[in-house]
């Protein structure tokens, strides 16, 4: 691919370290994002300010780049495929996003390929929820849910009434809860001539239905690994991905491992990439869209712990002095996105590189870090 001028449909912090990842690969970024201030607006050689589903100022940006890569998926996928007819090229190919977009297409489309993931359906009505599932039951918003906004965990009859009352339950993508020993995540990428690059295995945990921390490798077996592997390269392949795709997964106490959602882009899980692989997995997605070859995927130390750092207050600050003490911690990389702050808004994330005899302190350290963000 000539010229390797990449547009961005999505300015959030995905994008923006997507920015740093592009002039070594030779590249310049585009994005298309509603608000100057974005976070990867100060990254990009070009913007097209705009809605992420607004396809009129998609076709535009296609006017200053040779492929249109994806930061997030609340796109409007139709409006989209008159513009693949015109000759834009996507990358991951809206073939690959279309049955990902929304989660009850995802857990259909995962099921049909074989792939393990938790029994689910359409919302129905509360009886059938409660004599098919049960409770705990979790019911999703099928579109546009982030961090947890749109999934419930709903533990008895009398909130599944509640919710009921707000969201017309039909809508909604009913599955069993899963009482998982962990979660997992792997980042995984693909190019055009159909290359494979898997990261190592991460292990991420989420409270409130937001992730808090990862830490890589997991600590689990060789098995349990070779089965998250294979999963990510049966869906790389099936979806003919060309780009980079975030997986995460339940793991559970009798070692069963099933998906729980494929993000088509860059994902949390996988920050520590940024300090701690060869490559991060914003220059993977770059090299994979541009036709390069793709990078190694290793680790730089025997593990790498992530920690987010979520707002916890309304507030225009920078947090400098606590970001400062942060990297006091031997190893340790701060990543501030530059936007103000919001109760659990992600603000930034820090990163600590461990020997592989450290990696029992993980713990302890991410103990610390989230000890001086939120004291
Ligand atoms: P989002 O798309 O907003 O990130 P997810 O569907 O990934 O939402 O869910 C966020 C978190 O909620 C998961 O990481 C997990 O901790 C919890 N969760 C989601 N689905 C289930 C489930 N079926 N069983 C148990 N926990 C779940």
């Given at each position: 691919m000539k010229g390797k001028r990449v547009g961005v449909i999505g300015g959030g912090q995905l994008a923006w370290m997507m920015g740093s990842a592009a002039p070594s690969l030779n590249i310049k970024l585009l994005v298309q994002t509603p608000s100057q201030d974005d976070p990867a607006v100060s990254r990009a050689s070009g913007l097209v300010q705009a809605a992420i589903d607004d396809a009129e100022a998609t076709a535009k940006l296609a006017t200053f780049c040779d492929v249109i890569t994806f930061e997030n998926e609340f796109i409007d996928l139709e409006a989209l495929q008159k513009l693949v007819q015109q000759g834009v090229c996507f990358r991951p190919s809206l073939d690959t996003l279309a049955p990902l977009l929304d989660k009850y297409?995802?857990?259909?489309?995962?099921?049909?390929?074989?792939?393990?993931?938790?029994?689910?359906?359409?919302?129905?009505?509360?009886e059938d929820i409660t004599s098919n599932?049960?409770?705990?039951?979790?019911?999703?918003?099928?579109?546009?849910?982030?961090?947890?906004?749109?999934?419930?965990?709903?533990?008895?009859?009398?909130?599944?009434?509640?919710l009921a009352q707000h969201v017309p339950i039909p809508e909604l993508l009913v599955e069993e809860f899963i009482p998982f020993e962990r979660e997992l995540g792997i980042i995984a990428a693909r190019?055009?001539?159909?290359?494979?690059?898997?990261?190592?295995?991460?292990?991420?945990?989420?409270?409130?239905?937001?992730?808090?921390?990862?830490?890589?490798?997991?600590?689990?077996?060789?098995?349990?690994?070779?089965?998250?592997?294979a999963i990510a390269r049966t869906i790389l392949e099936q979806l003919q991905v060309v780009g980079v795709l975030g997986i995460e997964f339940f793991l559970t106490a009798d070692r069963r491992v099933l998906v729980n959602e494929i993000a088509p882009r860059t994902h949390n899980s996988g920050h520590y990439t940024l300090d701690g692989c060869h490559?991060?997995?914003?220059?993977?997605?770059?090299?994979?869209?541009?036709?390069?070859?793709?990078?190694?995927?290793?680790?730089?130390?025997?593990?790498?712990?992530?920690?987010?750092?979520?707002?916890?207050?309304?507030?225009?600050?920078?947090?400098?002095?606590?970001?400062?003490r942060i990297l006091e911690i031997p190893h340790s990389f701060v990543h501030w996105y530059g936007k103000s702050s919001r109760p659990g808004r992600k603000l930034g994330h820090a990163t600590v590189l461990l020997d592989a005899e450290q990696m029992a302190q993980a713990p302890s350290i991410i103990k610390k870090i989230e000890s001086i963000w939120y004291k």
């Amino acid at each position: 691919m000539k010229g390797k001028r990449v547009g961005v449909i999505g300015g959030g912090q995905l994008a923006w370290m997507m920015g740093s990842a592009a002039p070594s690969l030779n590249i310049k970024l585009l994005v298309q994002t509603p608000s100057q201030d974005d976070p990867a607006v100060s990254r990009a050689s070009g913007l097209v300010q705009a809605a992420i589903d607004d396809a009129e100022a998609t076709a535009k940006l296609a006017t200053f780049c040779d492929v249109i890569t994806f930061e997030n998926e609340f796109i409007d996928l139709e409006a989209l495929q008159k513009l693949v007819q015109q000759g834009v090229c996507f990358r991951p190919s809206l073939d690959t996003l279309a049955p990902l977009l929304d989660k009850y297409h995802q857990r259909s489309y995962l099921k049909d390929i074989g792939v393990p993931v938790p029994k689910f359906n359409l919302g129905s009505s509360s009886e059938d929820i409660t004599s098919n599932f049960g409770f705990p039951v979790v019911l999703k918003a099928r579109r546009h849910g982030y961090d947890g906004q749109g999934t419930f965990i709903i533990k008895d009859a009398q909130a599944l009434n509640i919710l009921a009352q707000h969201v017309p339950i039909p809508e909604l993508l009913v599955e069993e809860f899963i009482p998982f020993e962990r979660e997992l995540g792997i980042i995984a990428a693909r190019n055009a001539s159909g290359e494979i690059a898997l990261y190592p295995v991460t292990e991420t945990y989420q409270q409130n239905q937001v992730c808090h921390w990862t830490i890589t490798p997991a600590d689990i077996d060789d098995q349990i690994a070779t089965k998250v592997k294979a999963i990510a390269r049966t869906i790389l392949e099936q979806l003919q991905v060309v780009g980079v795709l975030g997986i995460e997964f339940f793991l559970t106490a009798d070692r069963r491992v099933l998906v729980n959602e494929i993000a088509p882009r860059t994902h949390n899980s996988g920050h520590y990439t940024l300090d701690g692989c060869h490559t991060s997995q914003f220059a993977m997605q770059l090299r994979a869209v541009t036709d390069l070859p793709l990078g190694d995927t290793n680790l730089k130390s025997g593990g790498a712990l992530m920690v987010n750092l979520l707002g916890f207050e309304e507030s225009a600050s920078d947090y400098l002095e606590k970001r400062d003490r942060i990297l006091e911690i031997p190893h340790s990389f701060v990543h501030w996105y530059g936007k103000s702050s919001r109760p659990g808004r992600k603000l930034g994330h820090a990163t600590v590189l461990l020997d592989a005899e450290q990696m029992a302190q993980a713990p302890s350290i991410i103990k610390k870090i989230e000890s001086i963000w939120y004291k």
